[in-house]
């Protein structure tokens, strides 16, 4: 969070694009950062990537855009299957 600079009541607007969830700062957003400078994903958002309790996430942070992209493990696998799949010519490693 603090990379990004979004401090606790930053309103964000979080969606769901191809299996990866968006976040970006949005003075209209219903989504804010915790009071201890954490953004908890709601019930709703999660169950969009089938994210469940304990999953491993990959973050990745745009400071100058303003924008957090999560990547759930359905969607790193599907990005490792077809760069493998290009790599590899068709095969599976």
């Known amino acids: 969070m603090r990379t990004l600079g979004w401090t606790p009541g930053t309103r964000l607007h979080i969606r769901e694009c191809s299996g990866l969830i968006v976040v970006r700062v949005d003075r209209e957003g219903v989504f804010t950062v915790t009071g201890q400078g954490r953004l908890h994903l709601p019930v709703a958002v999660r169950q969009w990537c089938g994210l469940t309790a304990g999953d491993r996430v990959l973050l990745a942070a745009s400071p100058a855009d303003g ?26 490693a």
């Open 67 to 92: 924008l957090l992209v999560v990547h759930p493990p359905a969607a790193l696998d599907a990005m490792v299957m077809s760069v493998h799949a290009v790599v590899l010519g068709g095969g599976q």
